[in-house]
């Protein structure tokens, strides 16, 4: 029941935590490079500068992504009293 009550908390977490991401993205960003972070779709950027901002985005996002999804399951369980989720990973 509380992965039913928890899903519209998850999207709405997931969607916060990608503007938080591309938000901080953008910040950081600006300090490596005067020019809006490079796209695999421009043609005419280094492959260096391009895989560069994907590694640095990807990292931020993951992280950001990771708080967030963390922090909502935490206010869940304090408001419901229960973990939307395993308490810890299977073993392998």
Do not use: N
């Given at each position: 029941?509380?992965?039913?009550?928890?899903?519209?908390?998850?999207?709405?977490?997931?969607l916060?935590?990608?503007?938080?991401?591309?938000?901080?993205?953008?910040?950081?960003?600006?300090l490596?490079?005067?020019?809006?972070?490079?796209?695999p779709?421009?043609r005419?950027?280094?492959?260096?500068?391009?895989?560069?901002?994907?590694?640095?985005?990807?990292?931020?996002?993951r992280?950001?992504?990771?708080l967030?999804?963390?922090?909502?399951?935490?206010?869940?369980?304090?408001?419901?009293?229960?973990?939307?989720?395993?308490?810890?990973?299977?073993?392998?």
């Amino acid at each position: 029941m509380s992965k039913i009550l928890f899903t519209p908390v998850s999207i709405l977490a997931g969607l916060v935590g990608g503007l938080i991401g591309k938000k901080l993205f953008e910040q950081l960003w600006g300090l490596v490079d005067d020019e809006e972070p490079p796209d695999p779709k421009h043609r005419d950027v280094p492959w260096g500068k391009v895989i560069a901002a994907m590694l640095v985005e990807g990292a931020i996002f993951r992280v950001v992504r990771g708080l967030v999804d963390r922090s909502s399951r935490i206010g869940f369980e304090r408001l419901t009293g229960t973990w939307p989720g395993q308490a810890e990973p299977e073993p392998e």
